[in-house]
């Protein structure tokens, strides 16, 4: 199916300033929640660079331009997060942050409900280490 520009879920989010309004308020729950903390501490101290590189990344995943290939060539997403250990736990916490940003930035329940699908699916496929065993008797 082609999409016209105005169909795209870059145009419907609100096109470069509801990306950059999601992103940042993403990043804003990542480096506050508590319940964050595992997927906080693999990141630098300062978040803007990886603010940077996620709305460069979103925006031509989403459809808008492809800012992340032109300046960094193909994402190879996992590749490049495979020295940080990831697993359901770090998924799920990006994932609280990203719901609660879309729900806060993002009106249109119909494209939050298949951005959290793409995205659960994006998180669940960065994981790069099996999840702690539970402990005998769990």
Same mark, same amino acid.
């Given at each position: 199916?082609?999409?016209?520009?105005?169909?795209?879920?870059?145009?419907?989010?609100?096109?470069?300033?509801?990306?950059?309004?999601?992103?940042?308020?993403?990043?804003?729950?990542?480096?506050?929640?508590?319940?964050?903390?595992?997927? %906080?501490?693999? #990141?630098? !101290?300062?978040?803007?660079?990886?603010? $940077?590189?996620?709305?460069?990344? /979103? +925006?031509?995943?989403?459809?808008?331009?492809?800012?992340?290939?032109?300046?960094?060539?193909?994402?190879?997403? %996992?590749?490049? #997060?495979? !020295?940080?250990?990831?697993?359901?736990? $770090?998924?799920?916490?990006?994932? /609280? +942050?990203?719901?609660?940003?879309?729900?806060?930035?993002?009106?249109?329940?119909?494209?939050?409900?298949?951005?959290?699908?793409?995205?659960?699916?994006?998180?669940?496929?960065?994981?790069?280490?099996?999840?702690?065993?539970?402990?005998?008797?769990?």
């Amino acid at each position: 199916m082609n999409e016209t520009d105005s169909d795209t879920p870059f145009a419907r989010i609100g096109g470069e300033a509801g990306l950059r309004s999601l992103v940042k308020r993403f990043y804003e729950l990542m480096d506050t929640l508590p319940e964050a903390y595992g997927i %906080r501490k693999l #990141h630098q !101290p300062d978040l803007s660079g990886a603010e $940077e590189k996620l709305y460069m990344y /979103l +925006c031509g995943w989403l459809g808008g331009p492809q800012l992340y290939v032109q300046k960094y060539g193909h994402p190879r997403l %996992r590749a490049r #997060h495979l !020295p940080f250990p990831i697993a359901s736990d $770090e998924a799920a916490q990006w994932m /609280l +942050c990203m719901r609660q940003a879309m729900a806060e930035t993002i009106a249109d329940e119909g494209l939050r409900k298949s951005l959290d699908k793409a995205l659960t699916d994006l998180a669940l496929h960065m994981r790069n280490r099996n999840d702690a065993p539970e402990a005998p008797g769990s």
